[in-house]
C-alpha cells in the first residue's frame, strides 16, 4: 500500500467530511468518523476527481473504512496505470 | 365535512397513453422498463428507463402549442384531459371559478432549462431561447389545464420530490372536503429524462444497473420513470346527484416531516404519516386491505418502509397485502404518487392487487407479504397509497372503495 496514495485519500476523506486530518487514520471506520451513505458517496466523488479515475457502484458496496477504500483506490488506479479502459 | 369522489381518471407513462392500458398493465404485471431512447445514454452507469416510448407531442397538441409546453406539462394536459372527459364535467362559469387545479411536481421543466444551459455552457452561444423561463417552471404543469379548461379558482404547484403528487392529491381532497373547491384536478407530471438530469441521478448512485426489483434481497435501487396521472374529485353527495361514475373515495391524508436527514429514510417519519392518515381517516389498522408502497427498491428505503408498517399495523403486518408498483412505472419522482394512487384507485375499483414486479427472492429485513410477480383477483375495502420523499417529506393518502 502506497503512503503517497493512502495521503492522498486520508486528505480526500478529511476534506469531504470537513474533519481535521488527525482523525481520520487507515484504521478509521466509517461510522467512528460519522460518515454515512451520503456522505460515502460525496466522498467517491471527491476520490473520483482526485485520482481521475471512475468507481464504479459494485467496488464500494460494501466498503465500511478506510482501509477497504485505499485499496480500492489503490486497485483503480494501478488498472488505470495498466491501461486498462476507464469504466464509465 | 363533505365527502369527497373520484369521478375522473387521466393517465400517461410506460404502461400506456390511457387509463384502460395502464389497468391491463398493472392487472398483467407486465413492467415498463426498457433502455432508455429519448437521451443517450451510453455515458451513464445506467441504461434502463421507464420512458413513455416513443412519444411525440403531434397527436396531442399542435406544433405551435407545444413550443410553449414542456414534455412533463404536456404529460399534465393530457392526463387530465382523460380524467376531465371520463369525468363527464359540465362547465359552467361558476364551477369553472370554484374548480382547484393542484399539482406536483418534482424538477418541473428542467430538461428545457438543461437545453438553454447547453446552448450557453457547452455550445458558447450568448443566448438561450425566450420560453426556457415559462417551459421549466414547475406550475407550468397547472398552469396549462387552467387555460385548456378555463378553470379560474385556486391552482398551485407542490414540489416535495417524490411525494409531491400525494401532497398535492391531499391538498385538493382536504379543498373539496372543506368546501374551498367544489372540483379539483389534482395529480401530478414529470419527464426527467436529459441527460444533466440523469448525470445528477447517476452520482448519488441510487439507480440500479439492471432492472427495479422493491423488496427483493438482491434490489439494486431505483429505476427512473416518467408520466402524469391526474384526478378529478368532487363532493360524493354532488357526484352522485349528477349521476357520475364514482371509481373510489379519497378518505384520508397524512403527512409528517422526518426531521433527520436529507436523503436517508426514517422509519419513525413514515410511521407518524402513516398513523396520520389512518386518524385523519377514522379508520382503525385492521381495515386496510392494501397498501400501495413508496418502494423504491433502494436498500435503505425498502428497509425503513418495511420497519414503518410494521410498527403501525404489528401482527396484521404479516396476511397485509404490500406492493410497489415502481417495479412497472418506474419512480416517476413528482408524478410517482399520482401513478401510485391511480394503481390503488384501480385495485379498489376492479377487484386485483397490483403486484411487486420483477422479484426474485424474500429479504428477511423486508418480511412482508409483497404480492410478487403475479397479480390477485382481491375485493377489498380500503388501501393506502405511501410517499416518503428525499428531504424527509412523508405523506400518505387513504381510499376507500365506491
Known amino acids: 500500500m502506497s503512503q503517497e496514495l493512502t495521503e492522498r485519500v486520508l486528505k480526500t476523506i478529511a476534506t469531504s467530511k470537513r474533519i481535521p486530518l488527525e482523525q481520520v487514520t487507515i484504521d478509521s471506520e466509517f461510522q467512528q468518523l460519522g460518515i454515512d451513505s451520503m456522505d460515502a458517496v460525496e466522498i467517491l466523488f471527491a476520490l473520483e476527481n482526485e485520482f481521475d479515475i471512475s468507481i464504479p457502484d459494485e467496488e464500494v458496496r460494501n466498503v465500511r473504512n478506510v482501509r477497504q477504500m485505499v485499496e480500492g483506490v489503490e486497485k483503480l488506479v494501478a488498472a488505470k496505470a495498466a491501461g486498462a479502459p476507464a469504466s464509465q | 365535512m363533505r365527502r369527497v369522489a373520484i369521478t375522473g381518471l387521466g393517465a400517461i407513462c410506460a404502461l400506456g397513453r390511457t387509463v384502460p392500458e395502464f389497468a391491463a398493465s398493472l392487472c398483467q404485471g407486465r413492467s415498463g422498463i426498457g433502455p432508455i431512447q429519448s437521451t443517450d445514454a451510453s455515458h451513464l452507469r445506467f441504461q434502463n428507463g421507464a420512458e413513455v416510448h416513443g412519444y411525440t407531442h403531434q397527436p396531442y397538441f399542435e406544433d405551435r402549442r407545444a413550443d410553449f409546453?414542456?414534455?412533463?406539462?404536456?404529460?399534465?394536459?393530457?392526463?387530465?384531459?382523460?380524467?376531465?372527459?371520463?369525468?363527464?364535467?359540465?362547465?359552467?362559469?361558476?364551477?369553472?371559478?370554484?374548480?382547484?387545479?393542484?399539482?406536483?411536481?418534482?424538477?418541473?421543466?428542467?430538461?428545457?432549462?438543461?437545453?438553454?444551459?447547453?446552448?450557453?455552457?457547452?455550445?458558447?452561444?450568448?443566448?438561450?431561447?425566450?420560453?426556457?423561463?415559462?417551459?421549466?417552471?414547475?406550475?407550468?404543469?397547472a398552469s396549462h389545464i387552467s387555460m385548456e379548461f378555463g378553470i379560474t379558482g385556486p391552482s398551485f404547484t407542490i414540489s416535495t420530490a417524490c411525494s409531491s403528487a400525494a401532497h398535492a392529491i391531499g391538498q385538493a381532497y382536504w379543498m373539496v372536503r372543506s368546501g374551498v373547491a367544489d372540483l379539483a384536478i389534482t395529480g401530478g407530471s414529470e419527464a426527467p429524462f436529459s441527460f444533466g438530469i440523469l448525470k445528477a441521478w447517476e452520482a448519488m448512485r441510487v439507480v440500479s444497473p439492471e432492472t427495479c426489483r422493491p423488496f427483493s434481497r438482491d434490489r439494486r435501487g431505483m429505476i427512473l420513470g416518467e408520466g402524469a396521472a391526474m384526478f378529478v374529485l368532487e363532493p360524493l353527495e354532488a357526484a352522485r346527484a349528477r349521476g357520475a361514475s364514482i371509481h373510489a373515495e379519497i378518505v384520508g391524508l397524512g403527512m409528517s416531516a422526518d426531521a433527520g436527514h436529507i436523503t436517508q429514510p426514517s422509519a419513525e417519519g413514515a410511521a407518524r404519516a402513516l398513523r396520520a392518515a389512518l386518524r385523519d381517516a377514522s379508520l382503525a389498522p385492521e381495515q386496510i386491505g392494501y397498501i400501495n408502497a413508496h418502494g423504491t427498491a433502494t436498500p435503505a428505503n425498502d428497509v425503513a418502509e418495511t420497519t414503518a408498517i410494521r410498527a403501525v399495523f404489528g401482527a396484521l403486518a404479516d396476511r397485509l397485502p404490500v406492493s410497489s408498483t415502481k417495479s412497472m412505472h418506474g419512480h416517476a419522482l413528482g408524478a410517482a404518487a399520482a401513478l401510485e394512487c391511480l394503481a390503488a384507485t384501480l385495485a379498489l375499483r376492479d377487484g386485483f392487487l397490483p403486484p411487486t414486479a420483477n422479484f426474485t427472492e424474500p429479504d428477511p429485513e423486508c418480511n412482508l407479504d409483497v404480492i410478487p410477480n403475479h397479480s390477485r383477483r382481491v375485493q377489498v375495502e380500503y388501501a393506502l397509497s405511501n410517499s416518503f420523499a428525499f428531504g424527509g417529506l412523508n405523506a400518505v393518502l387513504a381510499l376507500r372503495k365506491a
Open chain 2, 69 to 141: 409546453i414542456d414534455r412533463f406539462a404536456q404529460f399534465a394536459v393530457i392526463a387530465a384531459r382523460e380524467a376531465v372527459a371520463s369525468a363527464g364535467v359540465e362547465w359552467t362559469p361558476q364551477l369553472r371559478e370554484n374548480a382547484a387545479i393542484i399539482t406536483g411536481s418534482c424538477v418541473g421543466g428542467q430538461s428545457t432549462e438543461d437545453i438553454g444551459f447547453q446552448e450557453v455552457y457547452k455550445l458558447g452561444h450568448n443566448r438561450v431561447h425566450p420560453l426556457t423561463i415559462p417551459k421549466t417552471m414547475a406550475n407550468a404543469g
